[in-house]
């Protein structure tokens, strides 16, 4: 089965960046749909951010025009640039695939 392992998190203040990756275990070219979902205390888990093996990105309407999702074939990673970033941003992101997810990196937006 595929495995993922995110990178990335920490803490930023607000108005900051990060760069998540996700690291795939398979030929991510193989995978058509890879998604970031983040999950904070008490809240479901929100997908944030999903591409395509066809170049096709969809974010979620909180992030839109702050994160971008993109791919890294040769490296068999997706990262997860995120710009701008705000206190309700906080909460840990993982990546899915094929109903499979990482461990998760945490992401703490504070002053």
């Known amino acids: 089965q595929v495995q993922l392992v995110e990178s990335g998190g920490g803490l930023v203040q607000p108005g900051g960046s990060l760069r998540l990756s996700c690291s795939v275990s398979?030929?991510?070219?193989?995978?058509?749909?890879i998604a970031w979902y983040r999950q904070a205390p008490g809240k479901q888990a929100e997908m944030v951010a999903a591409?395509?093996?066809?170049?096709?990105?969809d974010y979620a309407y909180s992030v839109k025009g702050r994160f971008t999702v993109s791919r890294d074939n040769a490296a068999n990673t997706v990262y997860l640039q995120m710009n701008n970033l705000k206190p309700e941003d906080t909460a840990v992101y993982y990546c899915?695939?094929?109903?499979?997810r990482g461990q998760g990196t945490q992401v703490t937006v504070s002053s």
């Open positions: 899915n695939a094929r109903g499979h």
């Open positions: 398979e030929d991510i070219t193989r995978i058509n749909l």
């Open positions: 591409t395509t093996k066809g170049g096709v990105t």
